[in-house]
């Protein structure tokens, strides 16, 4: 398949989906090419348990807000999959998949985009692909002499697939504490949580609608300067979403400080101490996932791109959306990625005209 359009998106995701939304108002030609067979983005990845920082109704995208989940005051993960795939279906979004994006290339006064099934044309490109398909392994000593299993958070599912092991989780954040609190409830499961940091448990009736300004207040700060960056959460915190709050209150979630090395059975601190492990879980982040990027050679320091809000610097016809703080306030969320989408349409829709 080849095409000639105004604008494709790369990416079907809930940023992919916000930006085709203001697309579709400003009455754009455009496609969106998202790799998964399926509607959903990475939410059709994640763990069985995985529940949303914020009600429904604070986790929406624009336009459409998303209906409450029957029993669940913050909706799973196949609710947001329910949701994403019903926003695209109402606004008759074009999306194209599976379609795997290989490179992105100048072409005179256009960009070239070229996938696994043919080659679009564009004047301006959204880059909207995530996180989740890159994740970050810290480089610690005696992975490679670790006998037992390591997986990464977006190979986790259930806390079935580990009935009798020694499990470590590494992790200090909302996804390691998550992963921590369903082992740590499954009988048969010794689990052991480390953190490089002491963990921080927002206050119980602290969401993620608190996480979203406080993310919003420290960008406005950054752009004027100032070094109150202000708010007393960070989206480093941990959200107490009822299953990691029964753990915590129950006293399963005691956290240990980060080990120094793997050896072959387990894990070993700076003191000499160690404890047996037959899985290691590295709940440790990731990284955007830009590869398809690099034939513009725009690449910077720790895998980004510099940007003027969304918009590339070195390429004004490029716009990166929802890949964090650095893309727009909380624009990783489902509630953050409205306001950059928007903004970042209007610059193309400017440029196109």
């Given at each position: 398949?080849?095409?000639?359009?105004d604008?494709?998106?790369?990416?079907?995701?809930?940023?992919g989906l916000?930006?085709?939304y203001?697309l579709?108002?400003?009455k754009?030609?455009f496609?969106?090419?998202?790799?998964?067979?399926?509607?959903?983005?990475?939410?059709?990845?994640?763990?069985?348990?995985?529940?949303?920082f914020?009600?429904a109704a604070?986790s929406?995208l624009?336009?459409?807000?998303?209906?409450?989940q029957?029993?669940?005051?913050?909706?799973?993960?196949?609710?947001?999959?329910?949701?994403?795939?019903?926003?695209e279906?109402?606004?008759?979004?074009?999306?194209h998949?599976?379609?795997r994006?290989r490179?992105?290339?100048r072409?005179?006064?256009?960009?070239?985009?070229e996938?696994?099934?043919?080659t679009w044309?564009?004047?301006?490109v959204?880059?909207?692909?995530?996180?989740?398909?890159?994740?970050f392994?810290p480089?610690?000593?005696?992975?490679?002499?670790?006998?037992?299993?390591?997986?990464?958070t977006?190979?986790?599912?259930?806390?079935?697939?580990f009935?009798?092991?020694?499990?470590?989780?590494?992790g200090?954040?909302?996804?390691?504490?998550?992963?921590a609190?369903?082992?740590?409830t499954?009988d048969?499961?010794?689990?052991?949580?480390?953190?490089?940091?002491?963990?921080?448990?927002?206050?119980d009736?602290?969401?993620?609608?608190?996480?979203?300004?406080?993310?919003t207040?420290?960008?406005?700060?950054?752009?004027?300067?100032?070094?109150?960056?202000?708010g007393?959460a960070s989206?480093?915190d941990?959200?107490?979403v009822?299953?990691v709050?029964?753990?915590?209150?129950?006293g399963?979630?005691?956290?240990?400080?980060m080990?120094?090395?793997?050896?072959?059975?387990?894990?070993?601190w700076?003191?000499?101490?160690?404890?047996?492990?037959?899985?290691?879980?590295?709940c440790?982040g990731?990284r955007?996932?830009?590869?398809?990027l690099?034939p513009?050679?725009?690449?910077?320091?720790r895998g980004r791109i510099?940007?003027?809000g969304?918009r590339?610097v070195?390429?004004?016809?490029?716009?990166?959306?929802?890949?964090?703080?650095?893309?727009?306030p909380a624009?990783a969320?489902?509630?953050?990625?409205?306001?950059?989408a928007?903004?970042?349409?209007?610059?193309i829709?400017?440029?196109?005209d």
């Open positions: 398949m080849t095409g000639v359009v604008v494709v998106v790369i990416g079907g995701g809930q940023a916000a930006a085709g203001y579709r108002r400003k754009l030609d496609v969106i090419l998202d790799a998964q067979e399926e509607p959903g983005g990475a939410w059709q990845q994640t763990w069985d348990l995985l529940h949303l914020s009600p604070f929406s624009p336009g459409r807000i998303m209906p409450a029957p029993g669940e005051e913050y909706p799973d993960a196949g609710h947001v999959v329910e949701y994403l795939t019903d926003y279906q109402r606004y008759n979004l074009p999306v998949r599976p379609v994006v490179a992105v290339r072409d005179g006064s256009r960009l070239r985009v996938t696994d099934t043919g044309s564009a004047r301006a959204v880059s909207a692909t995530g996180t989740w398909w890159r994740p392994l480089a610690v000593p005696g992975r490679e002499v670790f006998t037992g299993r390591q997986l990464h977006t190979g986790y599912r259930s806390p079935s697939d009935a009798g092991q020694r499990v470590v989780v590494v200090g954040g909302n996804s390691g504490a998550q992963i609190a369903d082992l740590a499954h048969g499961i010794d689990l052991t949580w480390v953190t490089q940091r002491p963990p921080r448990f927002l206050a009736d602290i969401d993620g609608r608190a996480l979203f300004d406080a993310a207040a420290r960008r406005r700060a950054l752009d004027e300067g100032r070094t109150d960056t202000g007393v989206l480093g941990i959200v107490a009822p299953p709050r029964e753990a915590r209150d129950a399963l979630l005691k956290a240990q400080p080990f120094e090395r793997l050896v072959a059975d387990g894990i070993q700076g003191d000499g101490t160690s404890a047996p492990a037959d899985t290691v879980i590295w440790t990731f955007p996932a830009l590869s398809h690099a513009l050679g725009l690449r910077a320091t510099a940007t003027d969304t590339a070195g390429e004004p016809r490029l716009h990166l959306l929802g890949y964090g703080d650095w893309t727009g624009s969320t489902l509630i953050g990625v409205g306001r950059p928007r903004d970042a349409i209007q610059q829709a400017g440029l196109l």
